[in-house]
């Protein structure tokens, strides 16, 4: 399924990027640019992050 629009990222591909290490909704833009137009499909791109258990690392990386 085509989850961002604008650039044509499917969630496949989205799912691609964070097995091979992207860690947050930033990290999936600038690997394959997904959410880098509009931002419609950051939601969608948090809740990948979330089911595959890697959208918090970012901000416990930072403290």
């Known amino acids: 399924m085509v989850v961002c629009h604008c650039n044509v990222v499917s969630d496949r591909e989205i799912r691609a990027e964070i097995l091979t290490g992207a860690l947050d909704a930033d990290d ?4 394959c640019d997904a959410g880098t137009r ?3 499909c ?3 791109i948090d ?7 890697v959208s918090i690392r ?6």
């Open 47 to 53: 809740a990948l992050l979330a089911e595959a258990g």
């Open 58 to 63: 970012r901000a416990f990386a930072a403290a």
């Open 28 to 31: 999936v833009a600038a690997r």
């Open 42 to 44: 950051r939601p969608v």
């Open 38 to 40: 509009c931002g419609g």
